[in-house]
C-alpha cells in the first residue's frame, strides 16, 4: 500500500505562485508514474500534468503550459507541481496520484483514457480570488 498526502495548497491571488507537495509513504516511488489532477464541484477529475520515470516525460494540459511545471525527487518520495501565473479558473481540489508507468504520460493525464492509477491521495484545495 502507497499513501500519499498533498500539501501547499491555500489562498492566492490572481497572477501568484503555489508549490504543491505530495509526499508518498513508501521509498519505491521511483517505480511509478505520477500525475496531478483536478476537481471542481459537480464536475469531472482532469489531468494536469504527469510525470513518468524522467523528469524528460511530462504532460501539461494546455491551460497550464507554460505555468506549471512538474517534478519529482525520488529521494524524498515526493511529487510537486510548482504553479505560477495562477488564475481564478486554476481554482479546484487538487489530487496526486501513484501508478505504474505502463502507457504514454499524456494517457496517464488523461482518465478517459483508460489508464488506471493505484493510489490516491486526498486532495489540497488551491483557491484564486482577489
Known amino acids: 500500500q502507497l499513501y500519499l498526502v498533498e500539501s501547499g495548497g491555500g489562498l492566492v491571488q490572481p497572477g501568484g505562485s503555489l508549490r504543491l507537495s505530495c509526499q508518498a509513504s513508501?521509498?519505491?516511488?521511483?517505480?511509478?508514474?505520477l500525475g496531478w489532477f483536478r476537481q471542481a464541484p459537480g464536475k469531472e477529475r482532469e489531468g494536469v500534468s504527469c510525470i513518468k520515470i524522467s523528469d524528460k516525460d511530462t504532460y501539461y494540459e494546455d491551460s497550464v503550459k507554460g505555468r506549471f511545471t512538474i517534478s519529482r525527487d525520488n529521494a524524498k518520495s515526493t511529487v510537486y507541481l510548482q504553479m505560477n501565473n495562477l488564475k481564478p479558473e486554476d481554482t479546484d481540489v487538487y489530487y496526486c496520484?501513484?501508478?505504474?508507468?505502463?502507457?504514454?504520460?499524456?494517457?496517464?493525464?488523461?482518465?478517459?483514457?483508460?489508464?488506471?492509477?493505484?493510489?490516491w491521495g486526498q486532495g489540497t484545495q488551491v483557491t484564486v480570488a482577489s
Open positions: 513508501a521509498l519505491s516511488l521511483g517505480y511509478y508514474g
Open positions: 496520484a501513484a501508478g505504474l508507468p505502463l502507457t504514454t504520460v499524456q494517457d496517464m493525464c488523461d482518465l478517459k483514457s483508460g489508464y488506471k492509477y493505484d493510489f
